[in-house]
């Protein structure tokens, strides 16, 4: 079973990359470095540490931290916090792994809070 082990660049390559210009995207609320594209949006309804959380396909800018079983809500999980490199502030959260099988499609993906983002390209975004 391929669990597609999609290349999380652990390599701490500590800059600012990428910005996509003309696409929706979420910044770092401190720094506004560029940390995923509005495309890479699973889902919205998510909680985070402090309320909502989003849940990304990819991110980009930032970097992970120590990878630790936490629970959560939905069970225990083995995730690592994510940072922005732009400003070593904590954003979310990746899941390494879930325990619980019905969680299992969260695994590789990240989970970025809201308090922690804004929105670039003024996209349309009215529904909850
Ligand atoms: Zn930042």
């Known amino acids: 079973m391929a669990s597609s082990s999609q290349g999380i660049s652990s390599d701490t390559k500590a800059q600012v990359v990428q910005t996509f210009e003309g696409h929706p995207s979420y910044s770092c609320c401190k720094c506004s470095a560029v940390v995923a594209l509005q495309d890479e949006l699973i889902s919205k ?61 969260k695994e590789g993906k990240y989970l970025l809070e809201r308090e922690r983002l804004i929105k670039e390209n003024n996209w349309e975004l009215d529904e909850e």
Do not use: I, P
């Open 45 to 105: 309804s998510f909680s985070g540490r402090d309320g909502r959380g989003f849940l990304m396909q990819s991110a980009v800018n930032v970097k992970l931290g120590r990878r630790e079983d936490r629970k959560l809500l939905t069970g225990v999980h083995t995730v690592a916090d994510v940072f922005c490199v732009g400003c070593n502030d904590r954003l979310g959260w990746f899941y390494h792994k879930a325990a619980d099988v019905s969680q299992k499609y």
